[in-house]
């Protein structure tokens, strides 16, 4: 008596659990042509993970986890409540954090406060304010680069992202149309400004031309903003109608997803060795899970994180505690693929 006295307070859930096992045996059986290729997996070879993940230098500052907020929104209530969370997320787990858009703030503050969360996502997290392409040609050719300077100052951000989004735009029934080719846009830019750049796509990826030119110049970093998730192509019919969304639908199935643009940074760094300048990556776009996440930045050859957009988005428009869980999953998970799955 007094021995299953102790085995039940030894393993007070034993009974139902063991009830569970039975119960959810056939609903768990898993297909072998389903295994997720990617990965071999190692029991053998390392313990549970018990210490936190290690920290990685990326644009000049510590990252905690190697998880980049990608660029999201601003200029709304709703967008203030998210930024807030994506911040506050930010300064608990050591992430970095894209602002959306800031083109409202380059001639007026009452746009601010959705912005401006420096203070709380604190002064070790990387903190970039970002606008598009079509803006930045328009203040060089203005000779206004002076606002990148105050919207930079006035958010306290570590730089700029700069995101080359020609499809969206011109999709877009108020798009802008650019003069110039991004690569001299952003070349002009870095001659002419002293503000630290990121350039990303908008969720279609690049091709291995761009790429190389990119690389060429001495930006901070490449955000992929792969195919495979968003898609502001996409994004922008959906919000037109009848002819227009189905002649141009078929756009959006164009694009180079996270992996491949992977491999293809890859290939440059070895085609062009020391012609390249800009060795940092944040591998985004279609990036589900810690998973994705873990393959993505071990299979890249250069330093680099993962960002994800609308992952992040879905906890983040509730309570910080939703996406709080969310992350610190993300994290767990992380740690436990990292202890046990190698990266083929
Ligand atoms: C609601 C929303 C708003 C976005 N706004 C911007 C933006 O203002 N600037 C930008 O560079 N990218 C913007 N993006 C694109 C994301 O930064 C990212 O590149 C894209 O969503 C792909 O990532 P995902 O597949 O993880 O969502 C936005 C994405 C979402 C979901």
């Known amino acids: 008596m007094s021995d299953i006295m102790s085995e039940t307070q030894q393993d007070p859930t034993a009974e139902s659990r063991k009830s569970d096992h039975i119960e959810l045996a056939f609903a768990s059986q898993v297909d072998s042509l389903a295994i997720d290729t990617r990965f071999s997996y190692e029991p053998m070879l390392s313990a549970h993970p018990s210490q936190p993940l290690q920290a990685v230098t990326f644009a000049g500052k510590t ?3 190697p998880i980049w907020v990608s660029s999201m929104t601003g200029g709304t209530e709703k967008a203030r409540i998210i930024n807030r969370n994506l911040a506050e997320a930010c300064a608990e787990f050591g992430m970095g954090m894209g602002l959306g858009s800031c083109r409202q703030l380059l001639d007026s503050d009452e746009r601010l406060p959705d912005f401006d969360f420096r203070a709380v996502i604190g002064e070790e997290q990387p903190f970039y304010a970002n606008l598009g392409i079509a803006q930045v040609e328009q203040l060089i050719a203005r000779k206004e680069l002076w606002k990148v300077d105050r919207l930079i100052e006035k958010l306290q951000a570590d730089g700029l992202f700069i995101h080359v989004n020609p499809l969206q735009e011109w999709l877009q029934p108020e798009g802008d149309i650019i003069q110039h080719s991004p690569t001299e846009t952003i070349a002009a830019f870095l001659e002419q400004s002293s ?37 502001f192509s996409k994004l922008e019919l959906l919000r037109s109608t009848g002819m227009h969304r189905d002649i141009y639908l078929s756009i959006a199935r164009i694009g180079h997803s996270a992996v491949d643009m992977v491999a293809l940074v890859n290939e440059l760094l070895e085609e062009e060795g020391s012609d390249i300048r800009c060795r940092q990556f944040i591998v985004s776009g279609g990036i589900k899970n810690f998973l994705d996440g873990h393959y993505a930045i ?47």
């Open 63 to 65: 990252m905690r986890s």
């Open 195 to 231: 503000v630290k750049v990121i350039v990303k796509e908008v969720g279609q990826g690049m091709g291995k031309e761009s790429l190389r030119a990119l690389m060429k110049l001495p930006v901070e970093a490449i955000e992929f903003a792969a195919h495979g998730g968003t898609n």
């Open 298 to 344: 071990e299979k890249i050859q250069a330093q680099a994180v993962y960002g994800q957009a609308s992952g992040m988005l879905k906890y983040a428009d509730a309570d910080y505690a939703s996406l709080r869980s969310f992350v610190e999953s993300q994290i767990k998970g992380l740690q436990l693929a990292r202890a046990f799955f190698k990266v083929k």
